[in-house]
């Protein structure tokens, strides 16, 4: 956790980007407390950095039982709608990435005890990229993908 | 804050689907203001909780690439019709909300 707090406050200060800076200042600020998120893996810049921050491993396993959901053509890319479903037991956390996003790890959801491998959501997508869903399950992680293609980018520049 | 999120669960054969959806701008901090010209600061959901009888069925983190008054749904196992289900949210500003719902 130290690590990944100096990692975040490094790449605050080497960022020009406000997004670093508004992380960054963000943990200057005591605020409410967000123990657990993740700030270097959705600061990262990269989908390898992202993973590696967020599971300390990039080794993805590709699976049949993950199925991502999401439309072949995205007119707009600042509203892609996202289903994964993943039929295997014991996930503990489904993650979606947007490879192609200057910040590509999107959102991870944590499951409970209960769980059922069903998130769905909108993101956003800067470009035609492939959408990684990712599974956690026990030590392993495994992934499917879909290539969704963006008419008009939206993440803003 | 109040009244920012609409949710409704419900339960069959077993498992329970929540969706939700929350008010929010979800500004990444990449897009500048058209009139202005300044970079609108990054301001985004970065974790959402449902909590079901005290025990968190789901917990989401979130970059600010989840879009605009983001729409979130899930699934768990356990709860039975009539039970309360507890949905909260904090940004990035340290603004927050929290609402409950009953398993339909």
């Known amino acids: 956790m130290i690590d990944a707090k100096r990692r975040v406050v490094l790449k605050g200060s080497l960022t020009a980007g406000a997004v670093g800076v508004a992380i960054s200042s963000g943990i200057l600020t005591p605020q409410a407390v967000l123990a657990d998120w993740p700030a270097a893996a959705f600061t990262a810049k990269t989908v390898d950095n992202g993973l590696n921050d967020l599971f300390g491993t990039t080794k993805l396993e590709a699976s049949d039982k993950i199925k991502v959901k999401a439309p072949e053509i995205a007119e707009n890319g600042a509203v892609v709608p996202v289903t994964v479903e993943a039929s295997m037991d014991g996930i503990q956390s489904i993650s979606i990435v947007a490879a192609g996003n200057p910040t590509p790890l999107i959102a991870s959801f944590d499951m409970g005890p209960g769980a059922v491998g069903f998130v769905s959501t909108r993101i956003k997508m800067a470009k035609t990229a492939k959408v990684i869903a990712i599974a956690k399950v026990g030590d392993k992680l495994y992934s499917a993908a879909k290539e969704v293609k963006v008419t008009i980018g939206g993440c803003g520049g | ?104």
């Not at chain 2, 605009?68 to 019709?81: C, E, L, Q, T, V």
Request: with cysteine; charged share 30%.
């Open chain 2, 1 to 104: 804050m109040a009244n920012t999120i609409r949710i409704r669960a419900r339960v069959r054969d077993g498992v329970t689907e929540v969706k939700a959806l929350i008010t929010h701008p979800m500004d990444t901090g990449l897009v500048k203001d058209k009139k202005t010209g300044e970079v609108i600061p990054a301001h985004f959901i970065k974790e959402v909780v449902c909590k079901w009888k005290d025990k968190t069925v789901m917990t989401a983190y979130w970059s600010s690439g989840v879009s605009r008054n983001p729409y979130i749904a899930f699934k768990f196992k356990g709860a039975s019709k009539g039970d309360r289900i507890e949905l909260s949210w904090k940004d990035n500003k340290g603004e927050s909300d929290s609402t409950t719902a009953t398993i339909e």
